[in-house]
């Protein structure tokens, strides 16, 4: 997977050329001076089970993952510019996604890197977050569900971020335009961050902070290395609500959230990633109302080439609160099942 989500390549050579190529009509051909061109994306779907619900059907057929992107550079490398198109339901183990069938394709990320010196990148546009550590696409991942812990984590959003980047370290400093409602209901639509990554001996690491301007923070911690002939990652999260984000004066203003994930052993083409993770809010609702919990995340993978794989995922989830519905009631655990098919260009 690599640190945080990937600075994906992308969207389609139309949206492109019309929007930010400069272009110039020549003699009944067209010229333009970018020379490196990349198309990337995914698309990913299947049948999604569990035996408790939050606010969908237990059994559905769903679209997880459709994404059409291309990515051009100039030929000396000092300009580039991203986009993508495409549907992102973006499902997790708290089931908080949006349903596929009312879901319609959008402009994900659209950004533009220019590199005026050396070293340093200005990028510009809606881009991926550097905070956090799985991708909103869930077909670049290795599971097919996403982790409670990243419910809190941002995703896509309009920015400017500046960096600075050496063959030891890259560090970057960036405000956005992040929508964000706390738990007492106050929204904001600022936020900025920062934070460093690189690699010390045999482990890469990234540390970001980032603020929502007055109602909540964000300290992210991503350790991986390699153990035992395995890929290993920490990823350590500990958010802070402001004084205007708390839901009641009494509750506390902290929560805490660790995850682990596991490449898995290898056998030819099939793969055993698995992720455990444990998070407690204290109260405060940061995670979704579920309070105390952990969860533990096994996904067999069939890798039918470089490009698709097969994989099912096998997820159980505990908390401390019951805010899942079951056939007798209230319940605070559920077990959950899916098989995706996907293929990444």
Known sequence: MGYSRRQLQQSTMMFICASMAQMAYAGGGIDTEFSDVHFSGAVAGGYYASDQEVVRKNDQNRLSDFLLGIDVATADERVEMSAGVGILPSYSLLDHGVDSATSTAEVQYAMLAVHPLAGWTLELGRMPSNIGYE???????????????????????????????????????????????????????QSWASGAMGEVGEVEYAIGYQSYVG?????????????????????????????????????????????????????????????????????????????????????????????????????????????????????????????QAGYRI
């Not at 035992?228 to 509750?251: E, F, N, P, Q």
């Open 135 to 189: 991708d909103t696409v869930s077909a670049y991942n290795a599971h097919s569900m996403g982790s409670v812990q990243a419910t809190t984590q941002p995703g896509y959003f309009p920015a400017t971020r500046l960096s600075y980047g050496n063959e030891a370290i890259t560090v970057y400093l960036e405000q956005s335009d992040d929508s964000y409602e706390a738990p007492s209901g106050a929204i904001t639509g």
């Open 215 to 339: 109602l909540r923070s964000m300290f992210n911690l991503v350790l991986s290395t390699e153990i035992a002939g395995m890929d290993a990652t920490l990823v350590y999260d500990r958010l802070k609500l402001d004084t205007a984000g708390l839901a009641s004066a009494t509750d506390k203003d902290t929560a805490q959230s660790i995850a682990i994930y596991l490449s898995g052993p290898t056998f030819d083409d099939i793969s055993v990633p698995m992720r455990l993770e444990a998070f407690d809010d204290q109260g405060n609702g940061l995670y979704e109302g579920s309070g105390k919990g952990q969860s533990l995340t096994v996904t067999p993978t069939w890798n039918l080439s470089e490009h698709a794989y097969l994989r099912t995922d096998f997820s159980y989830l505990t908390m401390d609160n019951k805010i899942l519905t079951g056939k007798n009631g209230p319940e605070d655990s559920r077990f959950m099942f899916v098989l």
